[in-house]
Structures are given as structure tokens and as C-alpha cells.
């Protein structure tokens, strides 16, 4: 048995069974370890961010990682971005990169990297293994980080000689650390500060944003006077009726700092206290109140529905009963707007439907009126690093499991990312996708007011996606996605209707 034979037995060993990839000379090897291996899914993407971004999507609707496939040191640097927005997601991926052989590195030759070096920014784990006896040992090791609450991106570099060379080892499947409690003394404090204290906020993220940890939050918020809100940016939240009609803290500086100003204490529930996305001339960079107390219930790695749950038996918290978000919203009409758009989204969407969210400035009022919409699933953009959209869409279809993917899309970042429209075609996943096509980074001119800059033509023109317009609607038919285009909302309307009853991928060009 070689290295690459030992990885993919022990990947599969390990629960480990999707793999998605673009390789290279270097890892020609495993690829064949993958044909004469059965059992795992291998899903090609046609450049290393679509990689990157559908093994973190993966992970935030199956709860379990996914293998990469990523060539050397600049498929490991094409990748980056996504590998950051899984990060700050605390998504789960075994990101495995490969490498020069080991005793080629010293010949420098052209592909040579500092693999190691790359991969630290966005890994909470990285190892080589240098000979095919370890390949097995490192890759159980490498499950068990990307496993470890609340999930982490573990980078193994695999050297082509590891690889081929004989002396492979299955190693056993290791087990997944247990998700640590909350401290009973943070318990303790956070009831304490909701009994005695007034103008308080219970902010929640991560895995306290899931269906069961919102309920036991209301319940405190009912009980005590507490409000709730969401981080702005989350890896997943579970919305719609029967869920609490959460609002998130706003992007814009300006507005984040009003939403917040009433605030005198802060309890984190797996949320980190809100900080402006960039600086500002003249704004503060904390968007809570400077004399504002800040108290952590639970860490991101921590368990927030426990924890939540202690707190509401520590205070007494009766059940408490879910506000009645109002009827289901009546689709839009006439040109789009913002509004209309959402409410659209929620009169339409599927039972269960995930919608991969980055509508960026378009989208920032979608949550008020969506809140009426069947359950479903909302995935957000939390590094900032623009296209993650297409290629999280990928993995959120695989790893739903076959639900429909709503993706609501911008159209410049949909452009660092395009290729993932081959990948849902050529793997026929249920994925519509909302283009929204204003043909401008609309996020950069509301930037260039907010830093006190005065655009010209020259910045105008660095801001502008015409001349020429892009075509998505022959754009997605090159990659084998049906696609239309609307300029009305009934016409949007008609066009979800029709794809949310099709198996495959569709697009939607609506001008904006």
C-alpha cells in the first residue's frame, strides 16, 4: 500500500467521504488512490476558491468535513480567500495540498512555495507528512482538528513522494473532542446581569443561532426584559416561521452604532463584541457603547445551547411562547427593489430551502422581510472575502443532502467565482441563483462616501462592470446552466417558481 492509498482509506475511515478538488502533477497519486478506492464523492472545481468555498459550505449544512485537493503552493494561494471565509465561518475542512517531493525541494524548482507558510493564515492546523508511513497518522490527526468544536481547518501538505512511495499505514479514525461546557461561574454572572441590570443585549452566534438555542434565548429575553440580535455575519442561521425573528447588527458603521446605543451590557453566546468590518475617519472602531460591560457566556468552542439552558434554569425562565411573524409575504411587484426582492424571496422559497447569501448592499434589509417565510436555512459571507457565494452554494446542495439552494448573488463578486456554475451543472445540483445584476460595485460607492474620499471619473470608472456589460445569461449557458433574465419581480417570480421545480441549476439576471 502507498501513502496516498493509506490517506484515502483513512479519510474514509474517519467519516470523511466527499472530496472536492483540482489537482495536479503532484497529486496524481492520490487521484488514483481515489478511482481504485470506492466511496468517495470527488467533485471537480475549476479553480481552488470554487474548492475551498464548496468544502466550507459542506460543512455548515452536514456538520462534518470534507477532504480538499489542492497543487502545491499556488493552488494552496488561489484557495486563500475561501480558506479565510471558512475560517472566520468555523467551518470543519481537511484541506490536503500537494507538494514537491522531498528531496526535490532542494532543486527549487519553479512550483517551489512556502506551502507551510501559506497555509498558517488560514489553518488552525498544519503538518507535512514527509514519508508514506506517516500519511495515515497525520491524515486521522488532521479529521480530529478539522472536527474540533467549533470546527477548524486542518492543512495537510502531502509531498508527491509521500504519496507513491510504499509503507502506507490505515490509521483508525480518531475520536472528536468532546465540545466543552460553559463555565458555572459565567452561567452564574450572565443570570446575575440579567436580574439586576436594565439595557442589556444577548448576542448570539455560531451554533447558538441553530433552531434550539434561539428558543431557550427567547425564553430568557421573555423572562428577564433581555433583547436578542445576531451577529452581522453568520456561517449559518436557522430562520422562518417557528424560528425567533432574529435582526443582525448592521454593516453600516453609522447604523450599527445607533442599533447599539442603548446597550450597557453585552452577554456574548458564541459571538465576539461588534467591531466595525473596516475604520473610519472620525468613527469608533467599537460599535457598542465605550462604558458598555461585556460578559462571555460561552466561546465560540462552547456550548451554547447548554449553556443557554443552565441560564434559563438558573433565573426561572418560564416557556415562553415564539412571536407570530404575520402571514406569509405576497411575492413583489414591478421594478426591483430591495424589498420587493425579499419579500418575493419569502412567498416563494421552498420548505427547508438554504439560501447562500451575498447580495452584499442589496440584500442588507432582507431579514425583516423574510422572517414570515417557510423554516430554512441562511448562510452568510463572515471573512469578507468577495465570491464566496457560487462555490458555497456547491457544497450547501451536497451536504443538505438534495434540499433547494436559493443563492442571492452580486454580480462583481459572482465574477471571482463564476467557474462554480460549471461545477452545479456538471453535478446537477438543485442551486438557483438570483443574479443581481446592477453592472457596478455598489459596495465601493457607498465605501468611498464613508471614508471621506471624492470619486472622480477615474474612480468611477474602478467601480463600474459596463462597457463591456456582462452577459450572464450566456455566461451560465456556456457552463451548462439554464438562465434567463427578468427586469420585473413578477418575472423574477415566475422564473424561481420554474426552477424550484427542477432538479438542476438555474439563473436568474435580474436587472437591478
Not at 459542506?58 to 497543487?71: D, E, I, N, V
Not at 509521500?162 to 502506507?168: K, L
Request: contains cysteine; hydrophobic residues 40%; charged residues 20%.
Amino acid at each position: 500500500m502507498n501513502g496516498a492509498e493509506s490517506l484515502v482509506h483513512t479519510l474514509l475511515g474517519s467519516g470523511v467521504d466527499v472530496c472536492f478538488s483540482n489537482p495536479g502533477t503532484s497529486e496524481m497519486h492520490f487521484v488514483a488512490a481515489l478511482d481504485r478506492i470506492p466511496g468517495m464523492r470527488c467533485v471537480l472545481g475549476l479553480q481552488e476558491n470554487i474548492v475551498t468555498g464548496a468544502a466550507d459550505g459542506y460543512w455548515r449544512m452536514a456538520g462534518k468535513p470534507a477532504a480538499t485537493l489542492l497543487h502545491c503552493g499556488p493552488g494552496l494561494a488561489n484557495g486563500l480567500a475561501g480558506l479565510h471565509d471558512a475560517r472566520r465561518a468555523r467551518s470543519g475542512i481537511v484541506n490536503i495540498v500537494g507538494d514537491q517531493a522531498t528531496y526535490h525541494r532542494p532543486y527549487d524548482a519553479p512550483l517551489t512555495a512556502d506551502t507551510e507558510g501559506w497555509a498558517r493564515g488560514a489553518s488552525a492546523w498544519v503538518r507535512t507528512s514527509m514519508r508514506a508511513a506517516d500519511v495515515g497518522a497525520d491524515a486521522a490527526v488532521a479529521v480530529q482538528a478539522a472536527r474540533t468544536s467549533p470546527g477548524q481547518v486542518a492543512t495537510l501538505i502531502l509531498p508527491s513522494d509521500s504519496s507513491w512511495n510504499e509503507g502506507g499505514v490505515v490509521a483508525p479514525a480518531l475520536p472528536v473532542p468532546e465540545v466543552p461546557q460553559a463555565d458555572p461561574l459565567a452561567v452564574r454572572t450572565a443570570a446575575r446581569i440579567l436580574r439586576e441590570k436594565k439595557n442589556v443585549l444577548i448576542l448570539l452566534g455560531g451554533l447558538a443561532l441553530r433552531e434550539g438555542a434561539q428558543k431557550l434565548a427567547w425564553r430568557i429575553a421573555a423572562a428577564t426584559g433581555a433583547r436578542l440580535m445576531a451577529e452581522g455575519s453568520n456561517g449559518r442561521i436557522q430562520r422562518g416561521r417557528g424560528r425567533v425573528p432574529l435582526e443582525r447588527v448592521p454593516y453600516p458603521a453609522p447604523q450599527a452604532i445607533e442599533a447599539l446605543s442603548w446597550v450597557e451590557h453585552l452577554i456574548l453566546v458564541n459571538a465576539k463584541a461588534p467591531v466595525g468590518f473596516f475604520a473610519y475617519p472620525n468613527t469608533p472602531s467599537k460599535h457598542y457603547p465605550e462604558n458598555a460591560s461585556v460578559h462571555v457566556l460561552t466561546r465560540f468552542e462552547q456550548d451554547a445551547e447548554s449553556a443557554l439552558r443552565a441560564l434559563a434554569e438558573e433565573l426561572g425562565a418560564p416557556q415562553a411562547a415564539l412571536p407570530d411573524p404575520g402571514p406569509r409575504p405576497e411575492p413583489g411587484r414591478g421594478a426591483p427593489t430591495p424589498e420587493g426582492l425579499a419579500r418575493t424571496v419569502a412567498a416563494l422559497m421552498p420548505e427547508d430551502a438554504v439560501v447562500v447569501d451575498e447580495s452584499v448592499s442589496y440584500g442588507r434589509g432582507f431579514f425583516p422581510q423574510t422572517h414570515a417565510a417557510p423554516p430554512h436555512d441562511w448562510l452568510q459571507n463572515c471573512g469578507g472575502a468577495i465570491g464566496y457565494g457560487p462555490p458555497v452554494a456547491i457544497g450547501a446542495a451536497i451536504g443538505a443532502g438534495g434540499r433547494r439552494v436559493l443563492s442571492l448573488q452580486a454580480d462583481g463578486s459572482a465574477m471571482y467565482t463564476v467557474q462554480a456554475l460549471w461545477t452545479q451543472a456538471r453535478e446537477k445540483l438543485p442551486v438557483t441563483t438570483v443574479l443581481l445584476s446592477n453592472r457596478k460595485y455598489q459596495i465601493l460607492l457607498g465605501e468611498h462616501r464613508n471614508v471621506g474620499a471624492n470619486p472622480g471619473r477615474t474612480a468611477l470608472d474602478m467601480m463600474d462592470l459596463g462597457n463591456p456589460d456582462i452577459d450572464w445569461v450566456r455566461l451560465a449557458n456556456g457552463m451548462g446552466v439554464e438562465a434567463a433574465r427578468a427586469e420585473t419581480l413578477e418575472s423574477c417570480a415566475d422564473l424561481m417558481a420554474q426552477s424550484f421545480s427542477q432538479p438542476g441549476p438555474f439563473l436568474i439576471e435580474l436587472q437591478i
